[in-house]
């Protein structure tokens, strides 16, 4: 379970950083006054999440798809189902990212080019925010790098602010490391350790270490340049939910990290039974050859195919569907042994009819698209991709966006994301 420390009232004798000049003026706060007499509004917590364009590291890393999902989405999503804040917003100086912010359903403060700086803290972008939002009385300053957190932990602190009066909270992590002193080149003491008598794991509380996830602090607190202080309280996440991007610098185990202990939306995951696929541009890459007696050619990958029998061995059973005329004698050829459908004007008519064939609800039901025509069904069924060079519209519609293009490893790389789904389902369902 987490566990929560409350942090005796105390002051805070170092800055984490200090407000920038040339800020605009700041605006006069609204009354807190509600309607009567001694009725007063709750204060408004805003979560922010700071993401700026220039990242050195990784180039626009704050929407590189961690788990076909901008890194950024993980933690909005956390943010918004928690229900803990009256907004949330993006804090950005880059176009993209503030796409990205909108499709989530943020809302996006552009901040101005002196808080974008390599130099700039994230406390001069803090102070930036405030000043041109005067309803916000606390923040939640919530790391875009952090994609396993979850609503819950942004539930309980959003209680320690408002109920049980802490002015700041921040998220730490619990670590059994002993840390030594470097004196000199090759000389050092024990810091935390006697090492005559080193404890056992079992027998030592272990330390506590920022985590980077969130920073919570009330108006009056930031505005005199803290972020941490006044009555303060930490609150400790779990080890597997404290995955730190600017730390992980291995991508693709961040992945595996997300994809077993993230947080993926209200409802929970039910076992795939059906994937339905678009033919052209997922199975293959929309390329159509005509030989000279006008026979219709076309290609696949043989990872893709892979892919589909991976799926049928574990019991989910693979459908092909097109809106195109495409050669049933073609696509046989191939031999993926796939009940299919072409010439659909339809496609969501056609995947309801197998659903109600199959016995399924639609949160047994996946599906591939990669066409304005597959919109309607992505955002239908349980689990949803598109190929990375699906249109905008299939991948503003989807949860799961590949990395592979549509006939280049797109089904494989889906399927497997699947399978490593149901795993985590499966599990769920033995605790």
């Given amino acids: 379970m987490d566990s929560v420390e409350k942090g005796a009232a105390t002051s805070v004798s170092n800055p984490r950083g200090r407000p920038s000049r040339g800020r605009p003026p700041k605006l006069q706060r609204n009354s807190r006054g509600g309607q009567g007499r001694g009725v007063e509004k709750p204060p408004h917590l805003a979560a922010l999440i700071l993401a700026r364009g220039g990242s050195k590291g990784i180039p626009l890393k704050n929407i590189k798809h961690l788990a076909g999902v901008p890194l950024i989405g993980w933690v909005l999503r956390a943010a918004l189902d928690s229900g803990a804040f009256q907004s ?38 803090i102070i930036e925010f405030l000043n041109y939002h005067n309803e ?32 700041s909270v921040f998220s730490v992590v619990r670590r059994h490391q002993f840390r030594w002193s470097e004196i000199q080149k ?30 919570f602090a009330k108006r009056h607190l930031i505005e005199m340049g803290y972020l941490q202080g006044g009555k303060m309280a930490y609150y400790e996440m779990r080890a597997e939910h404290s995955v730190d991007i600017d730390v992980d610098i291995d991508w693709p185990i961040a992945e595996q990290r997300v994809l077993r202990y993230g947080y993926f ?13 678009n033919i052209d541009g997922c199975l293959t890459n929309g390329h159509i050859y005509v030989s000279g007696d006008q026979k219709e050619i076309i290609s696949y990958d043989v990872k893709d195919a892979i892919g589909i029998s991976l799926l049928k061995k574990s019991g989910i059973e693979v ?33 309801d009819e197998w659903r109600k064939e199959m016995g399924l609800c639609w949160k047994e039901v996946a599906y591939l698209g990669n066409e304005v025509s597959d919109e309607e069904c992505l955002k239908r069924v349980g689990l949803s991709g598109a190929p990375a060079d699906a249109c905008s519209t299939a991948q503003k519609a989807v949860g799961y966006i590949c990395k592979c293009n549509g006939g280049r490893g797109a089904i494989r790389e889906f399927a497997e994301h699947i399978c490593l789904l149901m795993e985590k389902v499966n599990n769920s369902c033995q605790k």
């Fill in 88 to 125: 949330v917003w993006v804090s950005t100086d880059h176009d993209e990212i503030e796409n990205v912010a909108k499709q989530f359903g943020a809302q996006v403060h552009r901040r101005s080019s002196e808080v974008s700086k390599d130099s700039s803290t994230s406390l001069d972008a």
């Fill in 186 to 215: 090759g000389v050092t003491e024990p810091l935390n350790l006697n090492p005559a008598k080193r404890p056992r794991r079992q027998d030592w509380d272990g330390e506590l270490y920022e985590n980077g996830s969130f920073y």
């Fill in 265 to 277: 939306g209200k409802e929970k995951l039910k076992e795939i039974k059906l994937l339905v696929c």
């Fill in 319 to 351: 459908r092909l569907i097109s809106e195109r005329a495409c050669s049933k004698q073609t696509l046989s050829s191939l031999k993926l042994d796939c009940k299919m459908e072409v010439s659909v004007s339809d496609k969501l008519a056609v995947v």
């Fill in 136 to 167: 916000v009385d606390i923040v939640g300053n919530i790391q875009a790098t952090s994609p396993c957190l979850h609503p819950t932990d942004l539930q309980k602190v959003a209680e320690m602010i408002r109920e049980e009066g802490y002015d």
